[in-house]
């Protein structure tokens, strides 16, 4: 497999058109490491002539795209799938370097998009037209016809988190039903995007019809999203950005934002199996998953019991470099430093109690867990993105879903007791838009919905559930 033609020395160029080629401003934007700050490589910082001219030509190919038989389309989804499972070893050791994600964390992101990609691929070739007759109130033979159909362009821009399968879960809904994209993926995490696209070109993706975005984002991000030539925006990404956008655009919109995922904690529990899964939940690649556990509400009935295990088992997590699969690696930047620092001196000065010592070298964070979390703390309402776990106190099984509630954010929720009956009982009173009963908060598997309210987003998604997103129903109707 040859990816010489994606840069030169270290400078990485940018997809356009079927061609890889350098920006005419001759600019670009350092990747440095989050780990070492070494510098990984440089992307293209593309400038407004070249952004509308990328639309142009996504609007082009929109139409011959369309018109390949869905059965070519999933093909070529198919083949691009098993090229980048066969590149595996290469892709996930750049999302090591350049997201700090352990190799093992690493592996299974690209396997799961390997797998969600194929899935996209079979179910788009189900888009069937629908036939349906008028209602009895009309007495003409009226039939309409109704189909999905494609939007056309569709934008899609990802967040750092998971850069390949945050991508890939907007590409392959998108192109299996016809639209053509835009890529604009998160600056830190483009580089291991790159080479998926190399693949896709490889796997026979016909010119144009996917085009990769880069830029300085703080310049041009809102000239970018208000281009003409776009007819829907897939968004993956902070609620802040996600707000943004939805005040200068008026198009369809798919988003996924960010989340408060609480967890609440019965006292007829399996306390082992609650550990397991609010450590894993809460600390998996150092808290910076948007369905991680921010809360957990326990049950003051339990809270010794339960806080003696979580804590022994919090501090058995390892901690240092990616590259050693170690399970707390070093945050994203500085700045996400920073603004864990700032949550938890809040909590603190606002009566938390810190229980681990949590210290810090660069970016790397060791765990901290704050304990008896109250309303008057900014964490217990806003978004960690960290390795850290809220503990908030309920006396009872009602003040713990009236917390989960009181929240902007609607993602998830996760119930732990034995008593399956009460756990529905309780999942139908809360307010998010999935509930995990006795597991922690994620999405996936990908074929289930994956539904995001409040400010945590607009819209359904799962393989079924973005193609639907992805397409809009037009009916003709025959008048005989
Ligand atoms: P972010 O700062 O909002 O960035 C997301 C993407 O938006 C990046 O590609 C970013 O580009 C781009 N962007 C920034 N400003 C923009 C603008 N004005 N116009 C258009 N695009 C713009 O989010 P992040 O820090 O990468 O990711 C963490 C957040 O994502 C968390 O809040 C997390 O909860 C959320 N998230 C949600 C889900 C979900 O499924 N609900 C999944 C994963 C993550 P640059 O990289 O160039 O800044």
């Not at 009895?136 to 850069?163: C, D, E, Q, T, W």
Request: aromatic fraction near 8%; hydrophobic fraction near 40%; include cysteine.
């Amino acid at each position: 497999m040859s990816f010489n033609d994606i840069k030169k020395d270290n400078e990485y160029k940018c997809l356009i058109d079927g061609e890889w080629v350098f920006s005419k401003t001759k600019k670009t934007i350092n990747i440095n490491s989050p780990t070492d700050n070494s510098l990984i490589g440089k992307i293209q910082a593309l400038d407004k002539s070249e952004i509308d001219n990328i639309f142009e030509i996504a609007k082009k190919s929109q139409i011959s795209w369309y018109e390949t038989p869905v059965k070519k389309r999933s093909e070529i989804l198919n083949k691009v799938a098993d090229l980048i499972l066969e590149n595996k070893e290469l892709i996930s050791n750049l999302l090591v370097k350049e997201v700090t994600k352990n190799k093992s964390l690493a592996i299974n992101e690209i396997e799961r998009t390997v797998y969600l990609i194929k899935a996209t691929a079979k179910e788009g070739l189900n888009l069937k037209e629908e036939k349906i007759k008028a209602d009895k109130f009309y007495k003409s033979k009226k039939k309409a016809f109704i189909k999905r159909i494609p939007h056309g362009v569709v934008l899609g821009i990802s967040p750092f988190n998971y850069p390949i399968n945050l991508i890939w879960s907007k590409i392959a809904p998108a192109l299996i039903s016809g639209n053509s994209i835009v890529i604009k993926p998160s600056t830190q995490g483009t580089i291991s995007v790159i080479y998926t696209l190399e693949l896709f070109l490889q796997a026979g993706i016909p010119k144009g019809v996917i085009n990769l975005i880069t830029c300085n984002t703080k310049e041009i991000g809102d000239y970018l999203i208000k281009n003409k030539n776009i007819d829907m925006i897939a968004f993956t990404g902070s609620t802040s950005i996600g707000k943004r956008i939805s005040n200068l655009v008026m198009k369809p919109l798919l988003m996924e934002l960010g989340g408060k995922d609480s967890a609440i904690i019965l006292e007829d529990t399996d306390l082992d199996l609650a550990v397991r899964e609010c450590v894993n939940g809460c600390f998996s690649y150092s808290g910076q998953r948007c369905t991680a556990i921010k809360r957990i509400i326990l049950i003051n009935s339990i809270g010794y019991e339960f806080m003696q295990k979580f804590t022994s088992e919090v501090n058995k997590l390892t901690f240092g470099n990616p590259e050693e699969n170690n399970f707390i690696t070093p945050l994203i930047n500085q700045e996400a430093v920073k603004n864990i620092e700032l949550l938890v001196n809040n909590a603190i000065k606002n009566q938390a109690t810190k229980l681990t010592n949590g210290s810090k070298i660069n970016n790397l964070m060791t765990p901290i867990i704050l304990d008896h979390v109250n309303k008057k703390c900014r964490i217990y309402y806003e978004e960690q993105f960290g390795p850290v776990a809220v503990i908030i106190r309920a006396n009872n099984e009602q003040e713990a879903i009236d917390i989960v509630n009181d929240s902007d954010y609607g993602l998830e929720a996760c119930i732990f007791t034995k008593n399956k009956k009460r756990a529905f009982e309780i999942a139908k009173k809360l307010n998010v838009g999935t509930v995990q009963i006795n597991g922690k908060s994620e999405r996936s598997p990908d074929n289930f919905p994956f539904t995001c309210l409040k400010d945590s987003g607009l819209g359904t998604q799962g393989i079924k559930y973005s193609i639907e997103a992805m397409t809009r129903i037009k009916s003709n109707v025959l008048n005989q």
